[in-house]
């Protein structure tokens, strides 16, 4: 048990981490995907109590048409928001990328000197390890 919790906390640090790089490189796409994703998670919940809704005024004979022009823009949107999401997906994971790209060419910048690799023996002690 003590060691699923300490798994379920280094995930969860993890996570965070991912979060906040996803932040990182672009704040406003990150934000409207995390507005995206729930409202696409809740909308087909929606679209059937609306459905239900409906159903319950047209058996007891009541005026539906509002609730039908509702039923009609919720179904629209679950249709209409998976491709919105994905595309905003793509557009962060494109902005991660390039964010990641120059985090690392700025660390190689902070680098002293990289010709100690262009040394073969200095490669080969490398590579060879001690033994």
Same mark, same amino acid.
């Given at each position: 048990?003590?060691?699923?919790?300490?798994?379920?906390?280094?995930?969860?640090?993890?996570?965070?981490?991912?979060? #906040?790089?996803?932040? $990182? $490189?672009? #704040?406003?796409?990150?934000?409207?995907?995390?507005?995206?994703?729930?409202?696409?998670?809740?909308?087909?919940?929606?679209?059937?109590?609306?459905?239900?809704a409906?159903? @319950?005024?047209?058996?007891?004979?009541?005026?539906f &048409? $509002?609730?039908f022009?509702?039923?009609?823009?919720?179904?629209?949107?679950?249709?209409?928001?998976?491709?919105?999401?994905?595309?905003?997906?793509?557009?962060?994971? @494109?902005?991660?990328?390039?964010?990641?790209?120059?985090?690392? &060419?700025?660390? $190689?910048?902070?680098?002293?000197?990289?010709?100690?690799?262009?040394?073969?023996?200095?490669? @080969?002690?490398?590579?060879?390890?001690?033994?």
């Amino acid at each position: 048990m003590r060691k699923a919790i300490h798994n379920l906390l280094a995930y969860i640090t993890q996570l965070m981490k991912t979060y #906040r790089l996803f932040f $990182s $490189s672009s #704040r406003s796409v990150a934000i409207v995907l995390a507005i995206l994703l729930p409202i696409q998670a809740l909308l087909p919940i929606a679209t059937v109590q609306t459905g239900q809704a409906i159903i @319950d005024a047209i058996s007891i004979k009541h005026p539906f &048409m $509002s609730l039908f022009t509702l039923w009609l823009i919720a179904t629209l949107l679950t249709q209409l928001l998976p491709a919105l999401a994905t595309l905003v997906q793509g557009i962060l994971t @494109d902005k991660l990328t390039g964010f990641i790209n120059l985090s690392l &060419m700025e660390k $190689s910048k902070a680098l002293i000197s990289l010709a100690i690799f262009d040394d073969s023996e200095y490669f @080969d002690d490398l590579c060879k390890g001690p033994r």
